[in-house]
């Protein structure tokens, strides 16, 4: 089975900064990887897939880059709205596997 | 607009059986795969299974393999997820996804429906 080791697994920050959380595949997945933003209470919402294709209605201020096992999201200028833990998925192949998610909390 | 329903979670005693539905109204489901994922009170996010569009390819996590079983009914737009012989370790919303590894993942979710083995 392919792991996913997300990072960091929680960060502080505030409005107006840039985040960057990043997976680590333990073998190449080409650009087979999406991004998911959960808040409490709530089902994932898909920002990103393979890699780098922003999900439609997402905010552009959300980027993603990386190709074979480093993957990287990148929110360019955090909102209040952004406050949530998210996921990396890998889409290479079954059994599908998610990171263990980053909580990005307000500093 | 896509939208997911999943019912049938509840409390059930370790040994038993429960079987989860998804309705899923708004776009041609049978042309959809569909993926059932869960999520242990304040854990992370578990794939359990998909299934292809037609129902004639399904995949399992090694976890639940033998034990729960994915199936549709492309009349009338509804995905299940059957669970037998659950323990403690099941615990855990299970929300329906539409998609699989062919559509990149999942989109979009169900709200969840929360499923207590005790």
């Known amino acids: 089975d392919i792991q996913m080791t997300q990072s960091p697994s929680s960060l502080s920050a505030s409005v107006g900064d840039r985040v960057t959380i990043t997976c680590r595949a333990s073998?190449?997945?080409?650009?087979?990887l999406g991004w998911y933003q959960q808040k409490p209470g709530k089902a994932p919402k898909r920002l990103m897939y393979a890699a780098s294709s922003l999900q439609s209605g997402v905010p552009s201020r959300f980027s993603g880059s990386g190709s074979g096992t480093e993957f990287t999201l990148t929110i360019s200028s955090l909102q209040p709205e952004d406050f949530a833990t998210y996921y990396c998925l890998q889409h290479n192949t079954y059994p599908l596997t998610f990171g263990g998610g980053t909580k990005v909390e307000l500093k | 607009e896509v939208q997911l329903l999943e019912s049938g979670g509840g409390l059930v005693q370790p040994g038993g059986s429960l079987r989860l539905s998804c309705a899923a109204p708004g776009f041609t489901f049978s042309r959809s795969a569909m993926t059932w994922v869960r999520q242990a009170p304040g854990k992370g996010l578990e794939w359990v299974s998909s299934?292809?569009?037609?129902?004639?390819?399904?995949f399992y996590a090694d976890s639940v393999k033998g034990r729960f079983t994915i199936s549709r009914d492309n009349s009338k737009n509804t995905l299940f997820l059957q669970m037998d012989s659950l323990t403690a370790e099941d615990t855990a919303v299970y929300y329906c996804?539409?998609?699989?590894?062919?559509?990149?993942?999942?989109?979009?979710w169900g709200q969840g429906t929360l499923v207590t083995v005790s």
């Open positions: 299934i292809s569009g037609s129902g004639g390819t399904t």
């Open positions: 073998q190449g997945i080409r650009n087979d």
């Open positions: 996804a539409k998609g699989d590894i062919k559509t990149y993942g999942f989109d979009p």
